[in-house]
């Protein structure tokens, strides 16, 4: 199973997030016993290190050891572009998740995702069904 993690779920993690950082980094932990089948897209590593100055570097560098960046260019960008979703970012999120060949993208916003070609989950449903393979 390949999943694309929303910048959102990296952050819980990165600002030590007191209500969501478990259930986040449950999923970084899978991502990283399981090499190769998780990516983020690569706007989420100047959001993070926008949103997440201190310590983004090394937060950053760490996740790049187990996570993979989505190969993306213009013609994701385009398509993008056309989904039905309101938001450009988790649209953008989307066609990453797609040129991944994700079968979920993990977030917290799973409403922002209802018409993404990609289906959404939230870290606690993911490490749900993840325990239970």
């Known amino acids: 199973m390949r999943i694309l993690i929303d ?3 990296l952050l ?7 209500s969501f950082v478990v259930e986040s980094e449950a999923v970084l932990v899978w991502a990283e016993a399981n090499p190769g089948q998780a990516a983020v897209a690569w706007h989420t590593l100047s959001n993070v290190a926008y949103l997440a100055p201190v310590g983004a570097g090394g937060f950053l560098r760490a ?3 187990f996570v993979e960046v989505a190969s993306v260019g213009t013609a994701e960008a385009s398509r993008a572009l056309k ?8 649209a953008l999120q989307a066609s990453a998740a797609m040129a991944f ?3 979920w993208i993990v977030t ?3 409403l922002h995702y209802r018409k993404s070609p990609v289906p959404a989950i939230s ?3 993911f490490a ?3 325990a239970g393979t």
């Open 7 to 9: 910048t959102d779920v």
């Open 12 to 18: 819980d993690v990165a600002l030590a997030r007191h």
């Open 63 to 65: 996740l790049l050891s």
């Open 83 to 90: 989904f039905p979703m309101a938001d450009l970012e988790d």
């Open 101 to 103: 060949g994700a079968s």
């Open 108 to 110: 917290r916003n799973a």
């Open 123 to 125: 870290p606690r449903a």
């Open 128 to 130: 749900a069904k993840v």
